[in-house]
């Protein structure tokens, strides 16, 4: 079984900050994906950001970097710069990747909110 | 961008009755979804399909529910008997084949259940 924690359940950072958003899993697989969504007020799901257990490098995708420590079992998400736009609930999500599909298993999210 | 597509975008139907919620994934993806969202929780897997037949479900995934690829383009989920707790945000997504990583989800369906 997966599992994802993320232990911040709401999070503020001010307009043009960096701020860390935490996720610590637990798995048993040896080959996993960790993935971090957005979700906006208005309930979409928005990709952001995806790191290969097996992957050298830590994941970017412009203002956005993963933070992936396997040894500690942490993907934290990394938001550069912040917007008033990226107040939002944020996903962190794992999934089992030898098998055919992604059945992912979430964490309960943090809420952002960019201050001006 | 490609994008995926869930209609409609609320739905509120009456406890006992079936509900369809379409989707169009990704037109090269060949893996398809279904989660859901109960207001204020995580996001929870149901099922995933591919190659035109289910390919893992959770335990959610009863007998209530069921997944059809009815043409090349679409991808429904069909609630029978509707329940009130069966209210959620459902959302469709779509990927590759792990382990690309990237799995795109639509807009979401609202269902409320009276």
């Known amino acids: 079984a997966q599992k994802i924690t993320q232990t911040q359940p709401g999070m503020f950072v001010q307009e043009k900050e960096a701020v860390t958003l935490d996720c610590t899993y637990d798995?048993?697989?040896?080959?996993?994906?960790l993935f971090w969504y957005k979700q906006p007020s208005s309930g979409e799901m928005i990709f952001l950001i995806y790191?290969?257990?097996?992957?050298?490098q830590n994941a970017t995708e412009g203002r956005y970097s993963l933070n992936f420590q396997k040894a500690r079992k942490s993907a934290n998400l990394v938001i550069s710069a912040s917007q008033l736009g990226d107040s939002a609930m944020y996903f962190c999500?794992?999934?089992?990747?030898?098998?055919?599909?992604?059945?992912?298993?979430f964490g309960k999210g943090t809420k952002l909110s960019v201050i001006p | 961008e490609p994008e995926v597509t869930q209609t409609p975008s609320h739905q509120v139907t009456q406890m006992g009755q079936e509900v369809i919620l379409r989707c169009v994934p990704i037109?090269?993806?060949?893996?398809f979804y279904w989660y859901r969202q109960i207001l204020g929780q995580k996001v929870e897997f149901l099922v995933s399909f591919y190659n035109n037949e289910i390919s893992e479900k959770s335990e959610i995934f009863d007998d209530q529910f069921s997944v059809e690829r009815p043409d090349g383009s679409n991808f429904t989920l069909k609630i029978r008997s509707t329940k009130l707790e069966d209210s959620a945000m459902y959302f469709c997504?779509?990927?590759?084949?792990?382990?690309?990583?990237?799995?795109?989800f639509g807009e979401g369906s609202r269902l409320t259940v009276l």
């Open positions: 790191q290969g257990s097996y992957d050298q």
């Open positions: 798995t048993s697989d040896p080959s996993y994906g």
């Open positions: 999500a794992i999934a089992y990747s030898g098998a055919g599909s992604y059945q992912l298993t």
């Open positions: 997504a779509s990927s590759d084949p792990p382990p690309t990583g990237e799995l795109f």
């Open positions: 037109s090269n993806h060949l893996y």
